[in-house]
């Protein structure tokens, strides 16, 4: 089987946009693929994070995993910082990273631009980590959303250098991003990415928001001053909201379009609103159930970090030789 990597920051309350663009995927690739799911708490420290919110968002994100459906006995589910050999493999990496690659990441140029008290080095070679996590795990195919495609990138491009000085070490992995749902946008301002950080909440529809708060939400998105319900980009509204409609619903875009042809903005909106609550419900109601089963919860993140770190320890130790470190006796 091919292998899989994936991960996200818990960094705060998960949106709709990570489920589409990202969890939605993982669930239907679990099948086929042995896949890696991590939850990458070292990654969510280069911006300043209140330890115990923390704590709890790592294990919120982790029943999260569980309730969308991903299953721990098919998926290796785990804490990146249970998981030393990320730590180890970022560093040799780093070594292997040019400072002007990481200075061209948008993601960095944009998180500077809003946390610029605080650029931290770890903000800057974020990517590193991230190539390291993929790396460790020689996967093939990283399921995310349109707006890791850069890292990606350069990913395989400190990959295929290191590959090309020390010989074949690593996979080459893959970008797996969907036709729909890979760029989700903030509901009131439709020209810019829903995101976990946004200070307004009515541009987000977290995946634990309640049905109600859902419905006002959609209700709120901004449209525009025409009447059509179709694709187009000088409908950046309407179009993210019937991408949501598809993303959620599998309707292909066309047949959403002929859907709504004449509907109102109205009726179109409560639609795509009814629809992200069938889907979210379910969901929500999991994560009540398996929150209450605590033991569950720690026994799968044990097993996974010790199942993960078995097939991380195997890429390092080659590694760590290969650039010529001392082999431990
Ligand atoms: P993060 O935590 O920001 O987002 C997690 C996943 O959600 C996707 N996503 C979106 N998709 C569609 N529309 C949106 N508005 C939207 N917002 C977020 C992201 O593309 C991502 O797939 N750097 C990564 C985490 C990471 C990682 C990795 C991912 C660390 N190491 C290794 C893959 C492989 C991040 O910050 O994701």
Redesign the pocket.
């Known amino acids: 089987k091919k292998r899989i990597?994936?991960?996200?920051?818990p960094?705060g309350l998960?949106?709709?946009?990570?489920?589409?663009?990202?969890?939605n995927n993982w669930t239907k690739l679990q099948d086929d693929y042995d896949c890696l799911y991590?939850i990458?708490d070292m990654?969510a420290i280069t911006v300043r994070q209140d330890p115990q919110k923390l704590r709890k968002q790592a294990r919120d994100l982790l029943t999260q995993y569980l309730a969308v459906g991903l299953d721990p006995e098919k998926n290796i589910i785990y804490y990146?910082s249970h998981v030393s050999q990320h730590a180890e493999l970022s560093w040799i990496l780093n070594c292997y990273t040019y400072m002007g690659e990481l200075s061209r990441m948008t993601?960095f140029k944009d998180k500077s631009a809003k946390h610029a008290d605080n650029i931290n080095a770890g903000l800057f070679t974020?990517?590193v980590?991230?190539a390291a996590?993929?790396l460790l795990y020689q996967?093939d195919l990283?399921?995310?959303?349109?707006?890791?495609r850069q890292?990606?990138e350069i990913?395989r491009d400190i990959a295929m250098r290191f590959n090309g000085i020390y010989s074949d070490t690593f996979k080459i992995p893959e970008a797996y991003i969907g036709k729909v749902?890979?760029?989700?946008?903030?509901l009131q301002e439709p020209t810019k990415?829903?995101?976990?950080s946004d200070e307004n909440q009515n541009n987000t529809i977290a995946l634990l928001d309640e049905p109600s708060v859902i419905m006002n939400k959609f209700k709120r998105a901004m449209t525009d001053s025409d009447n059509q319900v179709r694709f187009g980009e000088d409908k950046p509204g309407i179009s993210n909201l019937l991408g949501i409609y598809c993303a959620v619903t599998g309707v292909s875009p066309e047949a959403a379009e002929r859907e709504f042809a004449n509907a109102g903005y109205g009726t179109f909106k409560t639609s795509v609103g009814e629809a992200v609550v069938a889907k979210l419900e379910p969901i929500q109601k999991r994560v009540k159930e398996l929150e209450a089963n605590k033991d569950y919860l720690d026994s799968v993140i044990k097993s996974g970090g010790e199942k993960a770190g078995r097939i991380a320890e195997r890429t390092l130790s080659k590694v760590q030789k290969k650039v010529g470190f001392p082999v431990k006796i």
Request: overall charge neutral; glycine content about 10%.
């Open positions: 990597f994936s991960g996200m920051q960094s998960i949106t709709l946009g990570n489920y589409l663009g990202a969890l991590c990458v990654h990146q993601q974020y990517p980590l991230m996590d993929i996967t990283v399921p995310v959303g349109e707006d890791q890292h990606l990913t749902g890979a760029k989700i946008m903030a990415k829903m995101s976990k």
